[in-house]
């Protein structure tokens, strides 16, 4: 009975990190705690608990124990550069747990996958149109919620970041990370719909509330990004793409888009290429293969460019720095790479689903939103499982969220 009941309601550890990134992020984490609120508690009970169960199983297969051995290797490689670089206790289990925890959840198998992923959707459609509509208030308001919210908070340097900027910041982070929830959430709608739903009657509220969320970040990447998705996805669809043409003049004419056009007239790496070039002239060694400077060892690199940490804001390079060149070419194959060859060979969808999949990936590339060990990974992983999970039960049928 037990196990039954179990098998009827979504996964217990998916719903503990669903908690951990949208009821309690890490900044209501720091309105209550002094110390280790970057350590998404709820996200990393939840992938202690997936660790246990797959661990319990006993032997795995080949395919299954693969992940699981470059973890182990990367941990090793984890441990070396943070004693190697003289790091506390305290630093290694923030780095730890926001980098090399959330991996598990990667490659899970959900219990009761179809109401766990209807879960999920259902979450981050909440999720993005709370994002949107409060964030459009705010404008209104003068930005009076969201300052109000960070210096509850304790947290000065966003408070800085929103009075001269207007991009949109919400409750869970960055206009970057806000733009990677929006791109999730039309990733994980369309694909919910078209491989179980069989329809897209809907997707039009998705679109407009998405499209509005990533325009009001005016995050280069991702407006590309979106806009890229919308012609692959819908370009053969003549509704829905008269739709999309007359959503993206609406918010032209309205100056929805005046701030990401304003970003694309300067440089499209936002000044990252281009001090990356200035730098890696001068002579300093920046990479070792097999150990790194240890975390947060981007900032130590003032003395050459009050910004220089902006060239270590593409992941490859952050983590090549901070753990070595192997732990970092080590972290693409299992994040993006692994799970992409699964997708393709796996996937009852694999070219819609590699496709968001890919898109997503780009994003995350594009920040150093996975290199702040906070909550940033647990968020890539949690859709790559959902985008893998679909994949695997994508021939049978679902209910309507």
Known sequence: MAEKG???????????????????????????????????????????????RTLAKGKMKREEGLPYLLMAVMFILLMSSEFHAGRTIKGFVRVFSGLLMPLPLLFYRP????????????????????ITVMGLIDFLIGKKMITAYYLLAHDDNYYGMV????????????PLYNAEIFLITFGLNYAYNEIFLKKHKNDKWTILVTLTGVAMTASKSAIAIYLGLLFVL??????????????LAAGYFSHLF???????????????????ERISGSGVRFFEFFWGQGS??????SYLEEWARAAFEYPYRLFALEFGILFSAIIMV?????????????????????????????????YNGIGTYIDSMYLFCLFGCMILSMGRIGGETCYEP
């Open 6 to 52: 179990r098998r009827d309601r979504a996964d217990l550890s998916i719903i503990l990190v669903l908690i951990g990134l949208f009821l309690v992020p890490a900044f209501v984490r720091r309105m209550v705690l002094t110390s280790f609120y970057q350590v998404n508690i709820f996200g990393f009970l939840g992938c202690l608990y997936i660790l246990y």
């Open 111 to 130: 219990v009761n996958p179809e109401k766990t992923i209807r879960l999920v959707v259902k979450s981050f459609i909440v999720v993005s149109v709370f």
């Open 163 to 174: 009075m001269d900027s207007n991009r949109l910041y919400s409750y869970v982070g960055h």
């Open 234 to 247: 819908y370009c053969r669809d003549i509704r829905y793409f008269a739709f999309c043409i007359v959503i």
């Open 258 to 276: 005046d701030s990401v056009i304003e970003r694309f007239k300067g440089s499209l790496s936002t000044g990252r290429n281009e001090v990356w």
């Open 296 to 301: 947060d060892k981007k900032y130590k690199y």
């Open 334 to 366: 299992t994040i993006f790479l692994l799970p992409a060859y699964r997708i393709f060979k796996e996937s009852s969808h694999p070219f819609l689903l590699l496709i968001l999949f890919i898109a997503v990936s780009l994003h995350v590339n594009m």
